[in-house]
């Protein structure tokens, strides 16, 4: 069973920097795509962005120029690292796993809160 460990999340100010790490287990990760997503309260999940097995990277518009994803094959871990982070960046993060033949996410992470004060 596949296992994804998100961790980095906390509270930042407007224009601050995080970086979220998300730790896979028990996967191809070499083949995987890689997502992360948030929830916002009383709003759905959305996908923040994905990379592929290999490296490729999409982005929400909302994200975009402002977030990154890297992937280290070497530690089955994806980064995201968050830039000029603003209060509407507010939400639970969580990663994803999606198979080169699947079209929706396999498996997720538990998520990891992050904060912006204003």
């Known amino acids: 069973q596949v296992q994804l460990v998100e961790s980095g999340g906390g509270l930042v100010q407007s224009g601050g920097s995080l970086r979220l790490s998300c730790a896979a287990s028990?996967?191809?990760?070499?083949?995987?795509?890689i997502g992360w997503y948030r929830q916002a309260p009383g709003k759905e999940r959305e996908l923040v962005g994905e990379?592929?097995?290999?490296?490729?990277?999409t982005y929400a518009e909302s994200v975009k120029d402002r977030f990154t994803l890297s992937r280290d094959n070497g530690k089955n871990t994806v980064y995201l690292q968050m830039n000029n982070v603003k209060p509407e960046d507010t939400a639970v993060y969580y990663c994803?796993?999606?198979?080169?033949?699947?079209?929706?996410?396999?498996?997720w992470g538990q998520g990891t809160q992050v904060t912006v004060s204003s």
């Open positions: 994803s796993s999606r198979g080169p033949l699947s079209w929706r996410p396999d498996a």
């Open positions: 028990r996967i191809a990760f070499r083949v995987a795509n």
């Open positions: 990379i592929s097995g290999g490296g490729q990277t």
